[in-house]
């Protein structure tokens, strides 16, 4: 079956518009609810699922959409309110519900939304169930809906993020405090504009917060994961020891340094690793990342005896791989980080917690955790595309590929659509970054001309 709603993370587009729309939300809350139900055991009372959002102008019409399809389908909607995608996905798991549903677009811009889905173990869904709920979404129908006391009811958990601050705290070794150290935090105006101030400053840290104060369309606008420089620019006049800088949704996370260097996913999931190989406690001392994690990065490992797996992009795709080769660390380049051992899906903020917590017990800066992590010079672009035509078809362009892939030596050329946005993305690394950008400028005017960009 051709997939028409789902994307790389869930469905995704223009709020308003195909296939973000209220009608499909509601029919989508209703689908899940008749799948979920089928491998889910009988409970007294109603089926429940949670339903949490961030903080886009959107996000309320399509949470009132979705919570009545699932209330038609007779089961009952718990919803959370502003949260983090990553603290969802703990409630759906704490609260022993059915699934959960997330209503956020992540790191786009406002005027975007989506819809995605956990299991009832807090995972996102495998291919199969996307494939599978969107079959059954083609096929719905209200002949057979629930009345009178059959239709469920909505509640509100009014401490959800109480609940999620505790949770987070609780990763956080009981022996150390952040006592002593200046933060700078930039929320995106997302999600995460309440939880993670709370969160740094409950454990002693002094915080300068940007990015602070949501109005439903300034969310990702010029701040966070996306434009780390902001926070860059802001730690050495605040004095910092971290720049912290999250997305809308606050499952994803980039670092920087004290001296205002950008720490990307790259770099974070290598510090994590070395520390806990020094440790003896990096599970088979594997991590997984995607195909877009830097070379430079894989290379570095291997010669400290760290095993890479990697797979396609989408921190579903790495939690899945972990959980086949039993690595506890694994994640993006883009700050989509996991750490198994306390949330099976990316967690900016425990991600932070996490590096804090190897600073403290190594008594080493950020700078110093990075310093020997190599990374191959990188030059990426993006071509916005009316129409995603298989790069097979495209004869030309795969042409045009392969001799970049000779041309840079070593290194790598990833050419690949946006499973979330109608752009062509390419990217080269190799140890010359001028001629990575000869490669990805010839790959992207043979693209532009063959797909009429």
Do not use: W
Request: include cysteine; charge should be neutral.
């Amino acid at each position: 079956m051709t997939r028409k709603l789902f994307g790389t993370d869930g469905v995704r587009g223009k709020a308003n518009a195909f296939p973000v729309t209220v009608d499909n939300a509601l029919i989508l809350g209703r689908t899940v609810v008749r799948c979920f139900q089928q491998s889910s055991p009988i409970r007294e009372g109603k089926h429940r699922i949670v339903v949490g959002k961030d903080t886009r102008l959107s996000s309320y019409m399509l949470e009132a959409a979705m919570a009545a399809g699932i209330c038609s389908a007779g089961a009952d909607a718990i919803l959370l309110g502003p949260l983090p995608t990553p603290g969802i996905s703990f409630i759906t798991r704490s609260m022993r519900a059915d699934a959960g549903v997330v209503i956020s677009a992540s790191h786009n811009p406002y005027f975007d939304n989506g819809i995605k889905f956990f299991t009832k173990d807090g995972m996102k869904l495998t291919d199969g169930a996307e494939l599978e709920i969107e079959a059954a979404f083609h096929k719905d129908t209200v002949d057979d809906l629930p009345t009178g006391k059959g239709t469920g009811k909505i509640y509100r958990v009014n401490d959800a993020q109480g609940r999620y601050v505790e949770f987070l705290k609780s990763s956080f070794p009981r022996d150390l405090a952040l006592d002593g150290m200046q933060i700078s935090l930039d929320c995106a105006n997302g999600a995460a504009y309440l939880v993670a101030p709370t969160i740094f400053s409950e454990l002693g840290a002094a915080l300068k917060v940007y990015a602070k104060t949501p109005n439903g369309e300034n969310i990702n606008d010029a701040c966070g994961a996306l434009h780390p420089e902001n926070v860059a620019g802001k730690v050495v006049n605040d004095g910092a020891d971290i720049g912290i800088s999250l997305d809308g949704d606050g499952d994803r996370v980039i670092l920087v340094d004290e001296k205002g260097e950008i720490v990307d996913g790259d770099r974070i999931i290598g510090a994590a690793a070395l520390y806990l190989k020094e440790q003896g406690k990096l599970v088979n001392d594997r991590v997984v990342t995607t195909i877009m994690t830097n070379v430079g990065l894989e290379l570095y490992l291997k010669d400290k005896g760290i095993a890479m797996s990697r797979t396609g992009v989408g921190d579903r795709y790495v939690s899945e791989e972990m959980q086949r080769t039993g690595a506890i660390v694994g994640g993006e380049n883009s700050g989509h980080i996991i750490f198994s051992e306390f949330n099976p899906t990316g967690d900016g903020i425990l991600t932070a917690l996490q590096i804090l917590a190897i600073m403290q017990r190594s008594g080493r800066k950020l700078s110093e955790l990075v310093a020997g992590i190599p990374l191959f010079p990188q030059v990426m672009k993006k071509l916005t595309v009316a129409q995603k035509i298989p790069l097979k078809d495209l004869p030309k362009t795969t042409k045009a590929i392969a001799d970049g892939e000779k041309a840079i030596g070593r290194g790598r050329v990833v050419v690949r659509y946006s499973g979330t946005e109608p752009v062509l993305r390419v990217m080269a690394e190799g140890e010359d970054e001028a001629k990575c950008a000869a490669v990805v400028a010839a790959i992207m005017d043979t693209a532009k001309k063959e797909l009429g960009a």
